[in-house]
């Protein structure tokens, strides 16, 4: 993190959507979806009917999904309660799982890399007959650095959330275009500090792009996945709501 702003941006008043907390769950289904580099790996929640959807794509951060797999799962499977199709994402090579557990830290060797098969997959989910042509990232973390990254290159990209993540700082060159952004960020953050989302949604905001960013008193890294919080809760809802309205589910 390079550069990090102190101006203040108030958060955006929210009605929470409805029922998400008691919506059955919807089971994830493991597949994979074609990029250039290789077969990725996903767990797809699909929504119930056959009307025209979005996808959406989420990013895990540095641990991936498995440490906490069941909230990530439940936010997944709200997400499609809501009418879009959802994937969790495992963007990780074989290769980069060798890598990192012998200690080498890849995340800016493989960034960029990442970056476009994210992209190549929302390019695919874009076109499949069942898709109403939009396609939306949530990234956490490390994944919200990524969804940045991918959203900033690509305008199939319609709409992103970042969970405590930062512009894309390693594409080592400023973005010049986001699409729609909700930003999420506590502020006792102490691995990514809540600067740096205020510093992210200032940069989007210079450049045009339709910005939201709440900031939770007290919530350090991680909130978002932890739902034994009822701040999991309330950025779930307003993360379905931001993206209900960018992708325009029916």
Excluded: C
């Amino acid at each position: 993190m390079k550069r990090l702003l102190v101006s203040v941006i108030a958060a955006v008043a929210f009605a929470a959507s409805a029922g998400l907390a008691s919506a059955a769950d919807i089971e994830g289904k493991k597949i994979t979806l074609p990029s250039t580099e290789r077969a990725v790996h996903v767990t797809q929640f699909k929504a119930p009917g056959d009307a025209p959807r979005p996808s959406v794509l989420l990013l895990h951060g540095a641990g991936g999904f498995d440490r906490r797999l069941a909230d990530y799962n439940r936010y997944a499977s709200a997400l499609a309660n809501q009418g879009m199709d959802a994937y969790l994402v495992y963007y990780y090579s074989d290769n980069d799982d060798k890598m990192m557990s012998n200690g080498v830290d890849v995340f800016e060797q493989r960034y960029a890399a990442w970056a476009k098969s994210v992209d190549e997959l929302a390019g695919y989910l874009e076109k499949q007959k069942d898709s109403n042509g939009k396609v939306g990232l949530v990234g956490f973390s490390n994944g919200g650095i990524l969804a940045t990254g991918a959203a900033t290159l690509d305008p199939r990209v319609t709409a992103a959330v970042i969970y405590y993540g930062t512009d894309p700082w390693p594409l080592g060159t400023r973005a010049k275009r986001y699409p729609p952004l909700l930003v999420l960020h506590g502020d006792a953050d102490q691995v990514i500090p809540v600067d740096a989302g205020k510093e992210l949604a200032a940069e989007a905001k210079q450049l045009g792009a339709p910005v939201e960013l709440v900031i939770y008193p007290g919530e350090s890294h991680g909130f978002g996945a932890d739902f034994a919080k009822k701040n999991a809760t309330d950025a779930l809802n307003r993360s379905t709501a931001f993206l209900r309205k960018q992708l325009q589910v029916k």
